[in-house]
């Protein structure tokens, strides 16, 4: 199989290339290692489209960070996806950090951000009752949003396929070699070639760009744990607000989330290797006595779920977009935050670059950029809810008793792609609630298994030997050891 | 058995109960027998009949029924209750909302979503487990972290086994049933571990269930670390000290496949909560009056979604009482309000029902803080004046109180407040 773009890793910034290179008469590939896309760095990643202030004008992430901003309305529209712009606090509790906040104010103004502005405590406190009497003052960014983050990448991923992308999940590169000026990529089951490689490998790059031969870079995963609060919170503070930022990160945040449930973190430590997704007794300590500082309300009692992701830091700290000593090779590498904000404005670049390498890129007069609105029940007036129930006999039934998910929703994920437990939970939030799947895992695992033709002992929670059940009777017991042809799918390729 | 009704539902009932377990079924009954003529009940299930259904062990009925049963009889002796009575059941169903006009809106496998008038309404929708992350167990997050109430939903209505090896953190009943039950099918059960210096499961569930399948109970100790990549692998068990926080010099590892927590029920209030009902937050459950009534009128509730029981048949107990008094109530024969207030007080973390009255009888729900053995229970007045004193053996929080009050013990307390305490006998200066 040629392609003329291979990129690896289906995480948002391979998402987002992938979707930006359908609209483009090309022949284009992702390998995701994982069993579905999204399931990296991106479903950890805090969900915040930054404001457009925080990184520095003279970086590559400054940059970006303010150009992908402004993708995010569009995007969300066409992908049908949420995303809101709450904007954001970011507060001083001394006199101390004043300089820090002239510095965002001073960054707002160089990247001309419109209606960054400083707020006295006055202001602060009519606006968000909830923060400690100690903030004394803060930068207001009315441009940050907050999204989905793994919606978001499914929505890239589906709008890619439709367009066309050959999308390979569960299909980790094992190694790579250019041949007579084409790219050889090593697949566990399938060797693809490809004129160009696009290195999104999100913690693997530095491995993925050594195996190229073009490793002049290191990642040191730093890992983040990150706490979701009970929706009793919700409401409790309108805007994401964060503490003035230190060097590694822009600290412990207080951020309501898409679906109005208030999540903090997260922390900011070096991992011990590339696997390490532990949450820690000193980790969450660390996020509610920094959270307690900010807003006073939040306690650890209101934990509902806990979870942690690795951020991709690369040697230098700053993204490193751009072609590389081995020709067709190309890296989107060291995406940290705010990756999610720039990954629109990153796939743009990219598509520049493999211009400037010496791609054809001519436009399609049929790329299709909407996707169909995924059905939200619990968001629909009584009537809306009669009506598509009455049209729609998959809309009768609630699976997911929290989050008021129904049948439909669970089905229509798994036509949309889910392919485990974790995907229809996001996708469609059911399991994400406060009894974290005690009441709608079976049904979640019946529906998988009913949709895909398998057996109920065959349902992962997220793949690759995340077996949940065994049968009773001579069923045989998956476990890590089950092939990989049982844990890949290929979708699209055809348009 | 009551799966999803094929009848055609009315477009008012007089009582429309939310949900089909022990407590709707019950409480479905005694609204019909006090003055209801059209009473609905929703359950959510595939088939009415609640929780009890997955409880495929005995012990069931020994108060209500007088011999022992198991969780599928103790159903079918309420379902055949309810179907005698001329009650609509609709299973596969779900309550989405009950607005200020108690208007229902029902989603139904029928008709979709629809509104239902009610006169009046039950609550009865149980309870679900706390999670994991209620008590944020640091580590991974693998597959086989299983509440112990969906692996017994698994194994005993799918005939899926959860995993190999077990490790079951928290001494609730639901834990003590499953150590067992997966030691029938085969699965090691590598311990029970509790954070507490005692077991949180009823006595006889710790005999029948631990000692005699030789399963090791760790009192005063938890699991401090959950390991594994995609599937458990192992959780780092710890003893605790004086202040609760875990010796991890004294921790040890313990390989396993799954890991299966009980450590409590919570009611499940998300409705009652979107109804803006008061709330005890000792109980997490409605405040309710004698006769079952919440802070609106024309609400009753009953069973695990007032506070959690520890036995089924004290769960029908309450269920006949909110039944009747929603049938009292659409017929115009509720009693009269109450006039007395009920108040936790030392070593009782809460009573339900939260009021009393001076002219009926009543059973008084309540439990313990802690274990106490040779005590008093009494009702005070606010001053420490005794009402009425009673001896107890012992008490124990897994264990629930009944008080039985008479009229002649109230009669003078008219528009009081009334405290319970479970106090040492030493300190009450006999």
């Known amino acids: 199989m040629l392609y003329d773009v291979l990129i690896i890793g289906g995480g948002i910034v391979g998402c987002a290339i992938a979707r930006e290179l359908t609209r483009y008469r090309l022949r284009v590939a992702l390998c995701e290692k994982e069993r579905e896309v999204g399931f990296g760095t991106t479903k950890a990643n805090s969900g915040i489209i930054h404001g457009g202030h925080h990184a520095a004008p003279g970086t590559l992430k400054g940059r970006l960070e303010w150009a992908g901003n402004q993708r995010w309305d569009r995007l969300a529209a066409e992908l049908g996806f949420g995303f809101r712009r709450v904007g954001e606090l970011t507060v001083a509790r001394s006199a101390a950090e004043f300089p820090t906040l002239d510095k965002l104010l001073h960054h707002a103004t160089v990247k001309r951000i419109p209606g960054v502005e400083r707020w006295e405590a006055e202001r602060i406190r009519r606006e968000e009752p909830a923060l400690s009497p100690t903030v004394l003052a803060a930068v207001y960014a009315p441009t940050t949003g907050v999204v989905n983050p793994y919606e978001a990448c499914y929505g890239l991923a589906e709008s890619a396929v439709r367009n066309g992308l050959d999308l390979l999940t569960g299909f980790p590169v094992e190694r790579l070699h250019q041949e007579d000026g084409l790219w050889v990529v090593l697949t566990p089951t399938v060797v693809l070639q490809a004129r160009f490689v696009i290195n999104a490998a999100g913690i693997d790059a530095d491995r993925v760009a050594a195996s190229a031969l073009a490793g002049n870079f290191d990642i040191r995963p730093r890992k983040g744990e990150e706490y979701l609060l009970d929706k009793r919170l919700q409401g409790l503070v309108k805007r994401v607000i964060f503490p003035c930022p230190t060097a590694v990160s822009k600290g412990i945040l207080v951020i309501p989330t898409f679906d109005g449930t208030i999540m903090v973190g997260p922390t900011a430590e070096e991992a011990g290797d590339r696997t390490d997704l532990t949450t820690s007794t000193p980790g969450a300590r660390a996020v509610f006595d920094a959270v307690r500082d900010l807003v006073p309300g939040i306690s650890e009692k209101d934990v509902i779920a806990q979870f942690a992701g690795l951020r991709a830091v690369a040697t230098g700290e700053d993204f490193i977009i751009g072609p590389t000593s081995r020709r067709g090779f190309i890296n989107a590498a060291g995406i940290q935050s705010p990756g999610l904000t720039a990954a629109p404005a990153i796939a743009e670049l990219v598509v520049d670059v493999l211009r400037d390498e010496g791609l054809t890129l001519v436009e399609r007069d049929d790329f299709m950029p909407a996707l169909p609105r995924p059905v939200h029940f619990a968001a629909l007036s009584t009537m809306e809810q009669i009506a598509l129930s009455l049209r729609d006999p998959r809309y009768r039934r609630i699976v997911c008793r929290c989050e008021y998910v129904t049948e439909g929703e669970v089905l229509d994920a798994i036509a949309r792609g889910a392919a485990t437990l974790d995907g229809i939970k996001f996708r469609t939030r059911a399991g994400m609630g406060r009894c974290q799947g005690g009441f709608c895992t079976v049904r979640c695992m019946e529906l998988l298994a009913r949709s895909r033709g398998m057996d109920m002992a065959s349902v992962t929670k997220r793949g690759r030997g995340s077996w949940l059940v065994y049968e009773r009777n001579g069923g045989t017991l998956r476990s890590s050891d089950s092939a990989p042809e049982d844990e890949q799918e290929r979708m699209g390729g055809e348009a | 058995m009551i799966t999803a009704a094929p009848r055609h539902l009315r477009a008012s009932y007089d009582v429309v109960i939310v949900g089909g377990g022990p407590a709707g079924l019950e409480a479905a009954v005694a609204a019909r ?13 595939q088939e009415a009949g609640g929780i009890l259904l997955q409880c495929i062990h ?242 009753f509730a009953c069973g695990n979604v007032v506070h959690i029981h520890d036995l089924v048949d004290f769960v029908s107990a309450e269920a006949m009482v909110a039944g009747r008094s929603a049938g009292q109530y659409v017929a115009g024969t509720l009693p009269r309000p109450d006039n007395v207030q009920l108040q936790p007080g030392a070593n009782v973390a809460y009573c339900v029902p939260h009021t009393i009255s001076t002219e009926r009888e009543h059973t008084v729900y309540l439990r313990a803080r802690k274990p106490l053995d040779a005590c008093t229970l009494q009702l005070t007045e606010p001053d420490g004046t005794p009402v009425y004193a009673r001896k107890l053996r012992y008490v124990f929080p897994a264990e629930m109180v009944n008080l039985k009050l008479r009229p002649a013990i109230l009669q003078n307390f008219h528009g009081s407040i009334l405290r319970v305490n479970i106090v040492e006998r030493a300190t009450e200066g006999e």
């Open chain 2, 33 to 45: 027998d006090n003055g209801a003529a059209h009473v609905l009940v929703v359950d959510r299930d």
């Open chain 2, 58 to 299: 005995s012990g069931f009925g020994l108060h209500r029924f007088g011999e022992e049963l198991t969780g599928p009889e103790y159903a079918q002796r309420v379902v055949a209750s309810t179907l005698e009575h001329d009650i609509d059941v609709i299973a596969d169903a779900y309550v989405l909302d009950i607005d200020e006009r108690r208007r229902v809106k029902l989603m139904t496998t029928q008709a979709g979503v629809s509104l239902v008038e009610a006169r009046a309404v039950v609550l009865a929708m149980g309870a679900r487990e706390r999670t994991r992350a209620a008590i944020r167990i640091p580590g991974t997050r693998p597959a086989g972290i299983f509440t112990a109430g969906l692996a017994q939903r698994l194994v005993n209505l799918y005939g899926l086994l959860p995993g190999r090896r077990a490790v079951i953190l928290g001494s609730g009943d639901i834990g003590l049933i499953m150590a067992r039950r997966l030691t029938l099918e085969g699965i090691e059960v590598a311990g029970v571990f509790e954070i507490m210096p005692y077991a949180n499961g009823l006595n006889r569930n710790i005999v029948q269930c631990l000692h005699d399948f030789d399963i090791p109970l760790h009192l005063s100790t938890t699991v401090v670390e959950i390991r594994g990549q995609n599937r458990v692998e192992g959780v780092t068990v710890a003893p605790l000290d004086e202040t609760l926080q875990p010796r991890l010099d004294r921790a040890w590892d313990i390989p396993c496949d799954t890991l299966l927590v009980s450590i409590g029920l919570i009611p499940e209030n998300e409705l009652s909560q979107q109804m803006r009902l008061r709330f005890d937050s000792a109980t997490r459950g409605p405040v309710v009056s004698s006769a079952m009534e919440c802070s609106r009128d024309g609400i």
